[in-house]
């Protein structure tokens, strides 16, 4: 079992920043790959941003391409998410997942573990 902590959500201006980290506990974090999902109101759980187990592959979606960045540090057992110029379309639940498969896959289904989701509000 692995158990995520998804922290730092808030409420945010448009154009402003900020940081989301997940915690991780339980089994060895650097054997899964790490993952950020949104989920906004009325909407499918969607794909933001992926890390490998290594730290040195990220893939994104295309939306949050050159704004957000997923990075992980394995001695703190911890994956964040750095939103940088932010907009009204980014407000979500934002939800970190772990998942032990060899590519960097994008759908939902292809995770384990789930964090409980924190909210992020950006206001225009």
């Known amino acids: 079992q692995v158990q995520l902590v998804e922290s730092g959500g808030g409420l945010v201006q448009a154009g402003g920043s900020l940081r989301l980290s997940c915690a991780a506990s339980g089994r060895t974090f650097n054997n899964y790959l790490m993952a950020w999902f949104r989920q906004a109101p009325g909407k499918e759980r969607e794909f933001v941003g992926i890390?490998?187990?290594?730290?040195?592959?990220?893939s994104y979606a295309d939306s949050v391409k050159g704004r957000f960045t997923v990075s992980r540090d394995n001695a703190k057992n911890t994956v964040y998410l750095q939103m940088n110029s932010v907009k009204s379309e980014d407000t979500a639940v934002y939800y970190c997942a772990a998942g032990s498969s060899i590519a960097l896959p994008r759908r939902p289904s292809e995770y384990q573990y789930w964090g409980q989701g924190t909210q992020v509000t950006v206001s225009s």
């Open positions: 890390d490998s187990q290594s730290g040195d592959y990220t």
